[in-house]
Structures are given as structure tokens and as C-alpha cells.
């Protein structure tokens, strides 16, 4: 029987001519984050630099502003171009000082605590992008409304710690309501004031 380009005909034998290309994994810890500037070290746009647009963790891809660059037509808008996913492993980030791609390392810096990028080539500091969630208004630009809290509602001290339980401090502070138990309570409080 004759091969004639239909695998799914041989059936066990068709597993070893129809190879799936292997697909890279994702990087266990990602050094590269939305808004930095990177470098193409490998593929087709090798050299272009741009800024990341998204970041596929699931996948290990990202997407770089003009490399990857694809033509579609659509009906309402016509053709149009757009970035492909490139995987992480075939950029480089941009070292700020000579603008050159270079490895990182990751150190935690003493004043502050947190972990930052070192550029492995120069050694100077990669700084991360100020990052901005789209769909989050600024709180800062926010202007304060009627329902908010004000500051001097939650610096304010309103409990003044003392020796008796619970149930006794707010019997005692309701002094507008003098009730049976509250007078009782005074009472047992004074005699046992009197006996100490």
C-alpha cells in the first residue's frame, strides 16, 4: 500500500511521520515585565528594539511593539497589522546606560528590602517600568466624596481601655439610660471598692 500523503491511512506508523514541533516551555522566573524595553537576539527581526506590550506567562510568550509584525483583512476596517507573540527566550533587556541587550541577575537591594534587576554586563541597576493597571482609576486623582472616611474619624481614640468586662463598660457608659442592672452594678461595684 502506497503512501500517497495521508498519514491517518497507515495508522500505527503514522505517529512517525507526523512530528509535532516542539514548543519552548515557559521560564520558571521571569525577569522581563510589562513596559520594559527589550532587544530581538534571535528569528527574523534579530536587532529591533521596542517595549513589551503583554506578557503570556502561561505560555512564555510576549508580545514586543513592532517586531512580529503580521497583515489581516477585515471587513469593517479593511487590512490591518499586528504583533505576534515571540517567546521570552529570544530577547534581551535593554542595559539604560549604553543601550545595548545584556543578561540580569537578581540582588536585593539593602535600603529598601526588595529584589532589583543588576545589569550583568555594567553592574548598573535595571529599573522596573511604573506600572499602571488600565482598568484601576488612580486613587491619588480621586477627589473625596461625602461617604469617605475622614482623618480625624480613624485617628480619633475611641476606646479607653479599663478593668472591667465588656457587658460592665457599656452599662457604664450608657448614662442616659439608667436601668435595674445599672444601679444594681454600681452598687455591687461600690461595696466591692469599699471592701478592697
Not at 507526523?18 to 527574523?44: F, L, M, N, Q, Y
Request: with cysteine; glycine share 6%.
Amino acid at each position: 500500500m502506497a503512501y500517497r500523503g495521508r498519514p491517518w491511512a497507515l495508522g500505527r506508523a503514522a505517529k512517525s511521520l507526523v512530528r509535532k514541533p516542539k514548543t519552548p516551555e515557559a521560564p520558571r522566573t521571569w525577569s522581563i515585565i510589562k513596559g520594559d524595553e527589550v532587544c530581538v537576539t534571535h528569528g527574523p527581526d534579530e536587532g529591533k528594539i521596542g517595549n513589551v506590550l503583554l506578557v503570556q506567562r502561561d505560555s512564555g510568550n510576549i508580545i514586543v511593539e513592532g517586531v512580529g509584525m503580521k497583515k489581516r483583512f477585515s471587513k469593517e476596517s479593511g487590512y490591518f497589522n499586528f504583533e505576534t507573540p515571540l517567546h521570552v527566550s529570544r530577547v534581551a533587556l535593554i542595559d539604560p546606560t549604553d543601550r545595548l541587550p545584556t543578561k540580569i541577575k537578581w540582588k536585593v537591594d539593602e535600603d529598601s528590602g526588595k529584589r532589583i534587576r543588576i545589569s550583568r554586563r555594567t553592574g548598573n541597576e535595571i529599573p522596573k517600568p511604573s506600572w499602571q493597571n488600565e482598568k484601576v482609576p488612580d486613587r491619588n486623582a480621586a477627589a473625596d466624596s461625602e461617604k469617605d472616611t475622614q482623618t480625624a474619624d480613624f485617628t480619633a481614640v475611641t476606646f479607653k481601655p479599663t478593668s472591667l468586662s465588656f457587658e460592665e463598660d457599656i452599662l457604664l457608659d450608657n448614662v442616659l439610660k439608667k436601668t435595674k442592672i445599672q444601679k444594681k452594678l454600681e452598687k455591687y461595684l461600690d461595696a466591692n471598692s469599699t471592701t478592697a
